[in-house]
């Protein structure tokens, strides 16, 4: 769900909140004898509504980031989570998904960035004259 459609769907779900609590305020509770005072009612939604449009703006905020740096083929990555064949690994100070295109590969040993498919990295062990660097 993007920009436009997730505006839309924020915002019906909000007005909908809104009438269930209205409804609840002033016809369940008084139904069952208990009374609620104006000013309750009318904080009640006021913080119900800037709840919503706080936490629409953060999600919209949120869908609209990209990666803004992913990591280039050939670098060193160290496993953190073992790649069974998915895992974590660690590539310059950020966790990153991942593939090992070599079958199993345990938490601690360092691998190869071979591509990017998504935001998984595929990953392949280390030539024998690189491990000892």
Avoid at 31 to 48: D, E, M, N, Q, T
Avoid at 99 to 126: A, F, H, K, N, W
Wanted: hydrophobic content about 50%; glycine content about 8%; overall charge positive.
């Amino acid at each position: 769900m993007r920009g436009r459609s997730f505006l839309a769907y924020a915002i019906s779900i909000s007005v909908l909140e809104q009438v269930l609590l209205l409804l609840v305020l002033l016809v369940v509770l008084p139904y069952a004898g208990i009374v609620v005072p104006s000013w309750v009612v009318i904080s009640s939604v006021a913080i119900l509504a800037t709840i919503s449009i706080v936490l629409t703006r953060l999600n919209l905020r949120t869908l609209g980031l990209k990666v803004t740096r992913s990591p280039d083929v050939g670098v060193r990555a160290r496993v953190v989570k073992a790649l069974t064949p998915r895992g974590y690994v660690r590539v310059g100070g950020e966790l990153w998904p991942a593939t090992s295109e070599s079958g199993v590969v345990l938490e601690g040993e360092e691998v190869r960035v071979l591509r990017m498919e998504g935001l998984r990295l595929i990953v392949g062990p280390l030539d024998d004259t690189e491990r000892d660097v």
